[in-house]
């Protein structure tokens, strides 16, 4: 962002409406002006009619050769229940997307998360759907067709050797929360309570098709804050696994029961699988999207003292933080690391809607523009409870050969690999 569009961010960032408002204006007057020329820096592939969702997730099975995705019969409108997606992956070779292998239906899902899909190991994949009106999820061989029903829906999978578990949450609570991140079923209830001590940040033993409850909402909210703010709605989202399985990072995030839905407040915890203690991360009440490195820090999208950022936090020394090229990274992105100091990252759509993929060496604190890719008007988000948009969500794979990403730019949503090296 410029000056003057920090400035104005910055002025309407806690009243989302008024955002969004200020945002359509000024794309509107920008819509008059001859379309930008999009860029790519390397050979990209790409297949309309799919897409993969965030990018906390790599698509990529563990012998390189099979990209999973997903494919939508539908577009521009949020999924009704019982409305399927189906699963599947293609053939890779040397970047290019092959043929199409469907292997299942999910009835579980939206546009920015999809259903949660992704490798459990090299034949084995995981993915929500629902049954019987109740979300769940499914395990799927992709050589034999076995399928495994696992009674709760997760949202990150971590395998451990032969240990094998995944984070859960509410899907129910998240749909009230944050439409278009949850799914349109009922799961455990609880919903108008504020803080339920019954629900939270869930484990759950994939082997054993076994949850438990790790942290409550209420322990959340009482460690984070010292009180129940009665006034809100507050939730979990946003699960991630350290790499070596030992910390549950997450997003905890309240809204007001009433009045402006969208003026979130969010904290950025992590959960210690070892010690059982709750880690707060100093992100002056922001966080939106994150990732870990191997090393136990996570580069986030926050704003400290006013001003959008991508910061590094090491687990050892929170406060110790690290901005990664704070003058040209100043907006908000979804990151995927290529080593433990360089990353790629996404912009929403600018005044001219064109959403930028950049490169980023965090010691170096340089940046590059990789892409400018155009996003349609029609693929903006229409309001709090129609949440279409289709974000770049970039994803590192192939140890750092391709970046796998989503875009409508065609008209139609679809799936891509652009070449980086």
């Not at 920090?6 to 969004?20: D, G, I, M, W």
């Not at 949850?182 to 940040?201: H, V």
């Not at 890719?373 to 750092?400: E, M, N, W």
């Amino acid at each position: 962002m410029n000056k003057i569009e920090t400035f104005v961010y910055n002025a309407v960032r806690k009243n989302p409406a008024l955002k969004q408002c200020v945002r359509n204006l000024y794309q509107g007057i920008f819509d008059l002006m001859p379309r930008e020329k999009e860029y790519f820096n390397g050979k990209i592939s790409f297949r309309e009619g799919y897409f993969f969702g965030f990018h906390d997730i790599s698509p990529l099975s563990e012998d390189g050769t099979r990209l999973l995705a997903m494919h939508n019969t539908f577009d521009l409108r949020m999924p009704a229940p019982e409305e399927p997606l189906e699963v599947g992956y293609f053939d890779f070779t040397d970047g290019q997307l092959g043929d199409w292998h469907k292997l299942a239906d999910s009835y579980a899902w939206n546009y920015h998360k999809g259903c949660r899909l992704q490798w459990l190991d090299n034949d084995s994949v995981i993915f929500n759907t629902a049954e019987n009106g109740r979300p769940c999820s499914m395990i799927v061989n992709t050589r034999t067709g076995l399928q495994t029903r696992i009674d709760y829906p997760i949202d990150t999978a971590h395998v451990n050797g032969h240990e094998r578990m995944a984070t859960s949450f509410s899907y129910e609570r998240l749909e009230r929360c944050m439409p278009g991140y949850g799914y349109p079923y009922t799961d455990e209830g609880y919903i108008s309570e504020a803080a339920p001590q019954q629900t939270g940040l869930f484990l759950i033993d994939l082997d054993e098709n076994k949850r438990k409850l790790i942290i409550s909402i209420r322990d959340i909210a009482m460690e984070v804050t010292g009180q129940v703010e009665d006034e809100y709605l507050h939730f979990v989202t946003h699960t991630e696994f350290s790499s070596d399985g030992r910390y549950i990072s997450f997003l905890y995030r309240r809204i007001p029961r009433e009045g402006d839905f969208m003026k979130r407040r969010s904290v950025m915890c992590v959960y210690d699988l070892h010690t059982s203690q709750l880690i707060v991360l100093p992100t002056q009440e922001s966080g939106s999207h994150y990732v870990w490195n191997t090393e136990n820090k996570i580069l986030a999208s926050v704003n400290l003292d006013g001003k959008n950022c991508h910061a590094l936090f090491d687990l050892r020394n929170p406060a110790d933080i690290i901005l990664a090229d704070p003058r040209h990274l100043n907006s908000d992105g979804h990151q995927s690391f290529i080593s433990d100091t360089e990353f790629v990252t996404d912009t929403y759509p600018d005044r001219r809607r064109m959403a930028k993929l950049y490169y980023s060496d965090i010691t170096k604190g340089e940046s590059k523009l990789l892409a400018s890719i155009y996003s349609p008007k029609k693929f903006q988000t229409k309001d709090f409870h129609c949440h279409i948009a289709c974000d770049l969500h970039p994803r590192v794979i192939d140890g750092g050969k391709y970046v796998c990403f989503d875009s409508p730019r065609t008209g139609k949503r679809g799936l891509y690999v652009m070449k980086l090296q």
